[in-house]
C-alpha cells in the first residue's frame, strides 16, 4: 500500500524551496524595476509629502532586494547548504532487530 500522508520526498521538497527563492528574486527585481521605471516617466514630485513617500518606498524596495540577494546568494544559503551536506554524510544508524 502506498503511503498518501502527502508528504514528498526531500529532493522533491528542496526543489520548490530553490524555486520559491528564484521567483521571490525574480519579483525583488521587477519591483525594482517598476519603481525605477515610474519615477524615470513620471518624476519626482515636488511636494515634501509625497517626495518622502517615493523615498520611502524606493528605501524599502531597495532592502528587500538586498534581503532577498542576500539570503539567496549570502551566508544563510551557505549554512543551508552546509547543513544539508553534514546530514548526507551522517552515517545511518542500523535498525535494532529483536531476536
Known sequence: MTDTSGAES??????????MKEILAYAAVVTLLVLIFLVFFKGLPTEQAALLTV????????LNVKEVYGFV???????QDKTAALA???PVPPTPTNP
Open 10 to 19: 526531500p529532493a522533491v521538497e528542496a526543489c520548490k524551496r530553490d524555486r
Open 73 to 79: 546568494f549570502g551566508s544563510s544559503q551557505g549554512s
Open 88 to 90: 548526507s554524510s551522517m
Open 55 to 62: 523615498g520611502s518606498m524606493i528605501t524599502a524596495v531597495l
